[in-house]
């Protein structure tokens, strides 16, 4: 199971961070991914990070300001997002699969329940 937390309302310019802690299964042996879907739109990939944290890949709109981080010890990555914008306003979703990170949400088995993130402009 995955269960993240640390969303809420902010507004433009602020900053949050993201947890997604994971229970079962060996933590270091999966890709974690970070996901978000707006309103009226399909769900989009924000970011992810090899099992050991020594790759990550970010969607364009969000380089520079967000960046994923995982703590293999404790079972949880965070997305810590800085410089928030009203586009940022979702409900982001973590998620992980076996093996190297991916891209594609169809590719992730397991997913967190979902945190709202909203920027206020």
């Known amino acids: 199971q995955l269960q993240a937390c640390g969303g809420g309302l902010v507004q433009a310019g602020d900053f949050l961070r993201l947890s997604c802690v994971a229970s079962?299964?060996?933590?270091?042996?999966?890709?974690l991914g970070w996901f978000r879907q707006a309103p009226k739109k399909e769900r989009e990939f924000v970011a992810a990070i090899t099992w050991s944290g020594g790759s990550t890949y970010y969607v364009d709109s969000v380089k520079g300001r967000f960046t994923i981080s995982r703590d293999n010890a404790k079972n949880t990555v965070y997305l810590q997002m800085d410089s928030l914008k009203p586009d940022d306003t979702a409900v982001y979703y973590c998620a992980r699969k076996l093996g190297y990170y991916s891209l594609e949400a169809k590719e992730y088995d397991y997913w967190g329940q979902g945190t709202l993130v909203t920027v206020s402009s």
């Open positions: 079962g299964g060996d933590f270091s042996d999966y890709g």
